[in-house]
């Protein structure tokens, strides 16, 4: 343990070195000649430090950019200048540490890994290990990869996806390598091919819950697919995903409830959870105790929909989100769920026009959410475009603060839904319009300064 202990530590170090580029910073180099990481048990231990890999890491900038919170007078006086020019969506300078750096921190020591083990020979009797440790290693690598692309990239276009900027595709180690922005459809091959590596590599299930597995990839392939805006492979993979595990928490009782009425109403690691992940902190701007729940939102959950009990609380005149599958009231969860897989079977299934199999997926998931004391009516759609709207508004309802909304946004605008954002602060109205520039969001300053990247 002391060992990994030290290799984490001095990896944390020369990772952040190598995302920022900075000369000063080679001594680590030096440095991390005194702990040698050389075998399969080191390697694993970089996927499993979770708390660079698993814990407040996965982007959230998008999410203070969304419309599912707002803050109130008194919450957005209380935030710095940087939060309240990003609530405001105008370009702020703002530097180390934020979502950038956590992120390419996570595919540093995926790269680490993966060369960790290719001076490993795999055998007979490691290869469950080799294999564990290089399908996590790609995972990681694709799903960070794939939530910055979503946060600092244009939505998919494949018209336009070989032109719009993406981020750094960052593949080894070696920080004399220069940071160059990708395109956009460089960016989404390079998230499916390592997590196709990650489905065949994975077993079914993890050890635990903070472990991916072949589960967790093919989930992330699903989303990868529906950003993609390819709904039959999105369908494809989240049947492979929900073929392993179907389980949903029935609202009306269940092991895995505390209490709906609990401020942490949902225990930690339950059976909903494929792959447990949250958000980064971000500026703050999405943090539970500060922000509020859209109001429109909040009145689009029917009387007998348990998710109104169990997702928030007054906090007059509005209310607050509580609803994590974190058990903690400060922390969003941002992993892989199995109600988000019903979802993408609903709508990839409609989208492809089979219109009561994606209301039948619907409506599965709905029933466990509604009082059983009552008498469910399961939705209905007479054609492929109600089912949709219906569909797209129960995922709204149903993942609400998991950063997917703005990816969700970015899609729905490009197919023509048209939805433009408005916010009002120090009696100013502030509105971003669909398909702006703006969702692609501005890069860290440091790392435009550090690397000459362009600017969004």
Request: glycine fraction near 6%.
């Amino acid at each position: 343990m002391k060992k990994i202990y030290k290799l984490i530590l001095l990896t944390s170090l020369y990772g952040t070195t190598a995302i920022l580029g900075c000369k000063k910073y080679l001594e680590v180099k030096s440095d991390a000649r005194l702990v040698v990481p050389t075998s399969i048990s080191d390697a694993q231990g970089l996927m499993d430090d979770a708390a660079n890999m698993n814990l407040r890491t996965s982007p959230s900038y998008g999410e203070a950019t969304a419309d599912d919170i707002f803050l109130p007078p008194t919450s957005y006086q209380a935030v710095g200048n940087t939060a309240q020019d990003v609530y405001t969506w105008k370009p702020t300078p703002y530097q180390f540490v934020n979502d950038w750096s956590l992120g390419y921190l996570a595919i540093y020591n995926s790269n680490l890994c993966l060369e960790i083990l290719d001076k490993v020979t795999r055998l007979s009797n490691n290869a469950g290990e080799w294999d564990n440790a290089a399908g996590s290693a790609h995972f990681y690598r694709a799903y960070y990869l794939l939530m910055l692309t979503g946060q600092y990239g244009l939505a998919y276009d494949e018209n336009t996806a070989s032109n719009d900027l993406g981020v750094s595709l960052r593949l080894q180690t070696n920080f004399n390598i220069p940071s160059n922005r990708a395109t956009v459809a460089e960016c989404y091959q390079q998230v499916i091919d390592d997590a196709q590596k990650a489905f065949q590599l994975l077993p079914n299930y993890a050890a635990h819950q903070m472990r991916p597995s072949k589960m967790a990839a093919a989930a992330l392939l699903a989303r990868c697919y529906l950003y993609m805006h390819n709904y039959e492979t999105a369908l494809k993979y989240a049947r492979e995903a929900l073929a392993l595990n179907s389980q949903l928490i029935n609202y009306n009782g269940d092991a895995d409830l505390i209490s709906l009425s609990s401020t942490t109403p949902f225990r930690k690691f339950n059976k909903e959870t494929i792959w447990y992940a949250e958000l980064s902190g971000g500026f703050g701007v999405h943090a539970l105790l500060r922000a509020r729940i859209d109001s429109n939102l909040y009145a689009s959950y029917a009387a007998n929909d348990l998710r109104k009990t169990a997702y928030f609380r007054a906090a007059a005149p509005y209310q607050q989100f509580k609803g994590n599958y974190t058990a903690n009231i400060n922390v969003n969860f941002s992993g892989f769920a199995t109600d988000e897989l019903y979802l993408i079977s609903a709508e990839c299934k409609a989208w492809l026009n089979d219109v009561d199999g994606g209301m039948a997926d619907l409506n599965t998931l709905l029933k466990t959410r509604f009082k059983n004391t009552a008498t469910y009516v399961p939705l209905t759609a007479a054609n492929r475009a109600e089912a949709l709207t219906k569909i797209r508004t129960e995922r709204r309802k149903e993942l609400v603060l998991r950063g997917l909304r703005f990816y969700d946004i970015k899609r729905y605008n490009k197919e023509g839904a048209n939805i433009n954002l408005t916010r009002v602060a120090a009696g100013q109205t502030y509105t971003l319009k669909a398909n702006s520039g703006y969702y692609a969001l501005p890069l860290p300053t440091d790392i435009i300064q550090l690397t000459g990247m362009a600017q969004n």
